[in-house]
C-alpha cells in the first residue's frame, strides 16, 4: 500500500488549493481514505473520509462548506479541494487508508476505525498567510 500527498503550498488567506493523493497497491473501493492534518504544536486532527462501507463523504465541521473530497476511481486518486482557505488551516496534511475502515464525525472532527491495517502517506504542507 502507497499513498503520495501533493499540491500543498503557501496561498493567501480566503484562495484555494487542490490536495492530491496518489494510491496504489490496494482496491480503493475496499479502503476507506481519510485526510488527517497536524498543525505545528497540536495533534492529529481528522478533516475528512470517505467511507468504504456506505460510500458517504463526511467532514469536520472546522472545513464543512470550505472543503471538498472525492475519489477518481481510474486514476486511483483522491482529491481534497480546499476553499476560502483560513490561517487555521495551516498543516501538513496526510492522506490515510483504513483497510474495510469505518468513518464517522465526533466531537465536531473525523474518526477512523478499523480491525485490520491503516496506512499513512507522507504529509504535504499548506500555509495559510498574507
Known amino acids: 500500500v502507497q499513498l503520495q500527498a501533493s499540491g500543498g503550498g503557501l496561498v493567501q488567506p480566503g484562495g484555494s488549493l487542490r490536495l492530491s493523493c496518489a494510491t496504489s497497491g490496494f482496491r480503493l473501493s475496499d479502503y476507506t481514505i481519510a485526510w488527517f492534518r497536524q498543525a505545528p504544536g497540536k495533534e492529529h486532527e481528522g478533516v475528512s473520509c470517505i467511507s468504504s462501507s456506505d460510500g458517504n463523504t463526511y467532514y469536520a465541521d472546522a472545513v464543512k462548506g470550505r472543503f471538498t473530497m472525492s475519489e477518481d476511481n481510474a486514476r486511483r486518486t483522491v482529491f481534497l479541494q480546499m476553499d476560502n482557505l483560513k490561517p487555521e488551516d495551516t498543516a501538513v496534511y496526510y492522506c490515510?487508508?483504513?483497510?474495510?475502515?469505518?468513518?464517522?464525525?465526533?466531537?465536531?472532527?473525523?474518526?477512523?476505525?478499523?480491525?485490520?491495517?491503516?496506512?499513512w502517506g507522507r504529509g504535504t504542507q499548506v500555509t495559510v498567510s498574507s
Open positions: 490515510t487508508a483504513a483497510d474495510r475502515g469505518e468513518c464517522q464525525t465526533e466531537k465536531h472532527t473525523i474518526v477512523v476505525s478499523t480491525k485490520y491495517n491503516g496506512y
